[in-house]
Structures are given as structure tokens and as C-alpha cells.
């Protein structure tokens, strides 16, 4: 397996534009996350999706944010519209089996740059 | 909140020497899990602990946990220089379900 893809891997945009942001998480994975990575606040869980369906997207910072997962096969991540402020690292993450079982895979993250 | 945090925020040493970095978090887990991230890289799995284990071994690693006062470590023996990177603890907030919060995170310099 390829393991996690995400798409753009760089992305520079001006303010007010949308942007999208999208992942293939691993076959047979039934969760899948979404992080944003800065200095200042580190990794955040934005939302995470367990068999295509949102479960918490309590971290998701506005209504400029939002995800879907229309199939087990991808995501994305849609700001709109985009800010400076959400200039980041953002990861997507999937995951096999229950809580108490298993380790999140990452991918290589899409680094968003809002000017 | 149940986040995990890391300490130190940075730690520099000689290769050869062993590294130990800790994790402190706030309400009651399922496991804990650290992770390495390389520069401008996903972050990668290394260990994951249950609440019932107290100590696990993998390879140059070994993470300790102590559920009563909400802590772990992960010491890296015998450090080489491809360890430099950052580590993080993450933990899945039992009351909560699935979502796995992560540390601010150690970054680690291993000096040739």
C-alpha cells in the first residue's frame, strides 16, 4: 500500500480564495483524521471521521472550515475563504480498529501558505 | 484539557548518549502512543502502551507508564545522529472515544 496520500503538497493563495485539500487514507482504514500543525499551537485535531461519518469536529476553528467524506476512499478539508491565520501544515491520519487497539498513519501533509 | 505535554521542549546531545523525554496528561487513557517527525515529514509510529502496562521494549526504545501519575517516558539508547527529530506523546481521551491528542512535542538534536 502506498500508505497515506494527501494533495497538494504545497499550496500558496492568496487571502479570500478557497482552498481544498484532499486525502486517500489506507485501504481497509476506518477512521480517518484531520491535524493542523503551526509552531505556536502544535498538532490540533480538527475533525476525525469514523466509516465515512464526522464524530467530532469539535477542533474544526470556524465555519471557513469544513470536511467530507463522501466514500471510505477520501477526504477533504475545504477553507473557505482563506485567511493568513490558516497558513499551516495540515495532516491527514487513518486509522484500523478500536480505541484500544492500533496506531494512526500519517501523511506527508499539505502545507498551506495564505499571503 | 487531555492533552499530553512533553518535556523538555528540546534536548541536544552526543551521539551515543541516551535520550529521555517525558509525556504528562490529564484524565484517564486507553493508551499512549509516541511518534517521531522528521523535518518537513509526516509524523511515523514507534510504540504504543496500554493503560494495563507498565513497560514495553522496541528495539533501541523503551517507554515506561505510569497511570497514577499520568506520566511516561520514552528513552532512545544509544542515540545516532538519524534520531534527531521530533517525538510526541498522543493519548486517546477514554471519555471521549477515538480522537488522539497530541503533545506540543520534544525536538530532539543528536550531535555527531
Known amino acids: 500500500d502506498a500508505g497515506v496520500i494527501q494533495s497538494p503538497r504545497h499550496e500558496v493563495t492568496e487571502m479570500g480564495q478557497e482552498v481544498t485539500l484532499r486525502c486517500k487514507p489506507i485501504s481497509g482504514h476506518n477512521s480517518l483524521f484531520w491535524y493542523r500543525q503551526t509552531m505556536m499551537r502544535g498538532l490540533e485535531l480538527l475533525i476525525y471521521?469514523?466509516?465515512?461519518?464526522?464524530?467530532?469536529d469539535s477542533g474544526m476553528p470556524e465555519d471557513r472550515f469544513s470536511a467530507k467524506m463522501p466514500n471510505a476512499s477520501f477526504s477533504t478539508l475545504k477553507i473557505q475563504p482563506s485567511e493568513p491565520r490558516d497558513s499551516a501544515v495540515y495532516f491527514c491520519?487513518?486509522?484500523?480498529?478500536?480505541?484500544?487497539?492500533?496506531?494512526?498513519?500519517f501523511g506527508e501533509g499539505s502545507r498551506l501558505t495564505v499571503l | 484539557s487531555q492533552q499530553g505535554e512533553e518535556d523538555p521542549q528540546a534536548l541536544s546531545i552526543q551521539e551515543g548518549e541516551n535520550a529521555t523525554m517525558n509525556c504528562s496528561y490529564k484524565?484517564?487513557?486507553?493508551?499512549l502512543q509516541w511518534y517521531r517527525q522528521n523535518s518537513g515529514r509526516g509524523l511515523v509510529h514507534l510504540i504504543l502502551?496500554?493503560?494495563?502496562?507498565r513497560e514495553k521494549h522496541s528495539g533501541r526504545l523503551r517507554v515506561t507508564l505510569d497511570t497514577s501519575k499520568k506520566s511516561s517516558s520514552l528513552l532512545i539508547t544509544a542515540s545516532r545522529a538519524a534520531d534527531t527529530a521530533s517525538y510526541f506523546c498522543?493519548?486517546?481521551?477514554?471519555?471521549?472515544?477515538?480522537?488522539?491528542?497530541f503533545g506540543p512535542g520534544t525536538r530532539l538534536s543528536v550531535l555527531p
Open positions: 491520519a487513518s486509522h484500523f480498529g478500536t480505541v484500544n487497539t492500533g496506531e494512526l498513519f
Open positions: 502502551i496500554r493503560s494495563n502496562e
Open positions: 471521521f469514523n466509516n465515512n461519518v464526522p464524530i467530532d
Open positions: 498522543a493519548t486517546d481521551a477514554r471519555n471521549y472515544g477515538q480522537n488522539f491528542v
Open positions: 484524565t484517564s487513557i486507553n493508551n
